[in-house]
C-alpha cells in the first residue's frame, strides 16, 4: 500500500452528524464517492461498543480497499482488526501504540507545529493529522495554523501530512502548493445530504490542489 496515495482524501466519521440509522450506508457511500482513508472518530462509546462498530465498518474499507483508522485508542483498533490508529497529543503516544499494535499497522499522529510534527515523525508516526487549517466544526477551541508552517512541516519530513480543521470544496485551493499529500474531512462528507456526491466533489478538489 502507498501511503501516501492512501492520505488524498482522509474521511473522518461522526455519528451525532452521520445519525445512528443510516450510518453504515454513509459511510458506504463516502467509499463510493472516493475516500482514500477513513477514520472512526465516535467519543462517547464503550470500548465494547466501539470494537463492534469497528468490526460492522471493517467489511466495507476492506470492500473498497481503504485503511480502516480508529481514533485514540490502539486496544480498539486491534480487537476490532482495524489497519491503525490515529493519537492526539494528549492521547497515548506513538511508541505506545505501536507497542500494542505491531509494526504491520498504521500509526498516526496529531500535530499543530512543525515541533510537534518532527517528535511525532522520530517517535515512528507513519503520516501526521495537522491543523487547524479553517478552524473545526468539532473542535471548537481549535487554533487555525499558519499556511506557511505547513510548507516548513512537509519540508522537513519525508511522511505523509494531512490538513485537517474546517476543510470545504471551497478552502481547498488555499492549501495547493504546501506540499500537503491529503486532507481530512469530516462535515464536507458525512454532514452533506448526499454524501457520495460530496465525496465525489472533494475528491475532485483535492486532485486538483493536493495530488
Known amino acids: ?3 501516501r496515495n492512501a492520505c488524498l ?3 473522518i466519521t461522526n455519528r451525532e452528524m452521520m445519525g445512528e440509522d443510516a450510518y453504515l450506508q454513509k459511510v458506504e457511500a463516502a467509499l463510493q464517492g472516493g475516500i482514500t482513508m477513513l477514520q472512526l472518530r465516535e ?3 464503550t470500548d465494547a461498543a466501539y470494537i463492534q462498530l469497528c468490526r460492522q465498518v471493517l467489511p466495507l474499507t476492506q470492500k473498497y480497499n481503504v485503511p480502516l483508522i480508529v481514533n485514540d485508542n490502539p486496544m480498539v483498533a486491534k480487537l476490532g482488526g482495524a489497519d491503525g ?3 492526539g497529543q494528549n492521547d497515548m503516544g506513538v511508541q505506545s501504540a505501536r507497542a500494542i499494535l505491531g509494526e504491520g499497522k498504521i500509526i498516526g499522529a496529531t500535530a499543530h507545529n512543525i515541533e510537534e510534527a518532527l517528535n511525532a515523525s522520530a517517535m515512528g508516526a507513519d503520516y501526521l493529522g495537522v491543523g487547524a487549517a479553517f478552524g473545526s466544526q468539532t ?4 487554533v487555525p495554523i499558519e499556511r506557511e508552517e505547513y510548507r516548513k512541516i512537509c519540508r522537513k519530513l519525508d511522511i505523509p501530512v494531512v490538513a485537517i480543521g474546517g476543510i470545504e470544496q471551497e478552502n481547498v485551493a488555499e492549501l ?3 506540499g500537503l499529500s491529503g486532507i481530512a474531512v469530516i462535515g464536507a462528507i458525512f454532514g452533506a445530504e448526499d454524501v457520495k456526491r ?3 466533489a472533494m475528491k475532485d478538489a483535492a486532485c486538483r490542489y493536493i495530488a
Open 43 to 45: 467519543k462517547g462509546l
Open 85 to 87: 490508529v490515529h493519537v
Open 198 to 200: 460530496a465525496t465525489i
Open 9 to 11: 482524501l482522509y474521511g
Open 139 to 142: 473542535k471548537l477551541d481549535a
Open 176 to 178: 495547493e502548493g504546501r
Open 1 to 3: 500500500m502507498n501511503l
